[in-house]
Nanobody, 122 residues
Framework: QVQLVESGGGSVQSGGSLRLSCVFTGNSRDAYWMAWLRQAPGHEREGVALIEWDCGVTSPANSVKGRFTNSRDNAKNTLWLQMDSLKPEDTAMYYC???????????????WGKGTQVTVSS
């Protein structure tokens, strides 16, 4: 069983930065692939960044490429999402998700955190 807890959300002005974290507990093999996804009111949940835990290979979504950086700290079982140059359209609830399977930005992840809210004002 894997548990995920996100933190670091908040309210910032356009152009600002936030750093989200996701701490996981449980079997690391069940969290081999981890992803950040977000959902804005009235919109479908969408992928933000994907990371393969062992090698740290990351894949950001096109909408955040060059602005968001995904990384992990294996010793602390923590996933980070550094968000720079934030835009109002980045406003959403951000979720951490994990699975042993390669799911990319699918919504079929087995394990989900409860989310952390990010609000960007213009």
């Amino acid at each position: 069983q894997v548990q995920l807890v996100e933190s670091g959300g908040g309210s910032v002005q356009s152009g600002g930065s936030l750093r989200l974290s996701c701490v996981f507990t449980g079997n690391s093999r069940d969290a081999y692939w981890m992803a950040w996804l977000r959902q804005a009111p009235g919109h479908e949940r969408e992928g933000v960044a994907l990371i393969e835990w062992d090698c740290g290979v990351t894949s950001p979504a096109n909408s955040v490429k060059g602005r968001f950086t995904n990384s992990r700290d294996n010793a602390k079982n923590t996933l980070w999402l550094q968000m720079d140059s934030l835009k109002p359209e980045d406003t959403a609830m951000y979720y951490c998700a994990a699975d042993s399977r390669v799911l990319a930005f699918s919504l079929e992840y087995r394990y989900w955190g409860k989310g952390t809210q990010v609000t960007v004002s213009s």
